[in-house]
């Protein structure tokens, strides 16, 4: 059974760069069957979308965050990864990673259990 | 890209049926059958309910089913049972190559 499991400090500071890292467990991240995404949720906020990517290392990115996001991966490692520059306070949220299955057209079936990222002096 | 829009609460009695409405444009849910449909409890990371406009993952009960009409897609639960109070977010694979999510419906069961 699959589990991805989140990484990171939960402390940045501000104009500092967020690192977070998602290990993926009891699967192979390079199957090639699947896109690999971050969403994060601001306390008592909705979701939102950051990105994606594939094994190939093809990535989308929310319009709203491209300038600042970059998504990796690290096959070797079982992992991919989140980088979010210039951080603000509005950045502050629970990040999840989740496995987005090629078999389904849209839908995220495994997620992370999140990990909360405060940004803040 | 803009947030779907959802209505902010429903509410229903055990037993009772209940549905979420989620409207978007031509550019994500009018445009594909790519709407996915995620329930959230408190503290928990979100889970995958429906995928697909209307299929079920397994696990997921069939008392939780999807629809679309045109640029509004719609989840609907019967039976509602306690272990349903939860938020509810739909999602939609957009024209850009994005993916974009509604603002959370908070179900309350009476």
């Known amino acids: 059974q699959v589990q991805l499991q989140e990484s990171g400090p939960g402390l940045v500071k501000p104009s500092q760069t967020l690192s977070l890292t998602c290990t993926v467990s009891?699967?192979?991240?390079?199957?090639?069957?699947?896109?690999w995404s971050w969403i994060r949720q601001p306390a008592g906020k909705g979701l939102e979308w950051i990105g994606r990517?594939?094994?190939?290392?093809?990535?989308n990115y929310n319009p709203s965050l491209k300038s600042r996001v970059t998504i990796s991966v690290d096959t070797s490692k079982n992992q991919f990864s989140l980088k979010l520059s210039s951080v603000t306070a509005a950045d502050t949220a629970v990040y999840y990673c989740a496995r987005w299955p090629k078999q389904l057209n849209y839908g995220m079936d495994v997620w992370g259990q999140g990990t909360t990222v405060t940004v803040s002096s | 890209q803009s947030a779907l829009t959802q209505p902010a609460s429903v509410s229903g009695s055990p037993g009772q049926s209940i549905t979420i409405s989620c409207t978007g444009t031509s550019s994500d849910v009018g445009g594909y059958n790519y709407v996915s449909w995620y329930q959230q409890h408190p503290g928990k990371a979100p889970k995958l309910m429906i995928y697909?406009?209307?299929n079920r993952p397994s696990g997921v009960s069939n008392r939780f089913s999807g629809s679309k009409s045109g640029n509004t897609a719609s989840l609907s639960i019967s039976g509602l049972q306690a272990e349903d109070e939860a938020d509810y977010y739909c999602?939609?694979?957009?024209?850009?190559?994005?993916?974009?999510f509604g603002g959370g419906t908070k179900l309350t069961v009476l």
């Open positions: 697909d406009v209307s």
């Open positions: 990517i594939y094994t190939s290392g093809s990535t």
């Open positions: 999602s939609s694979y957009t024209s850009s190559s994005t993916v974009v």
């Open positions: 009891g699967g192979s991240i390079s199957s090639g069957s699947y896109y």
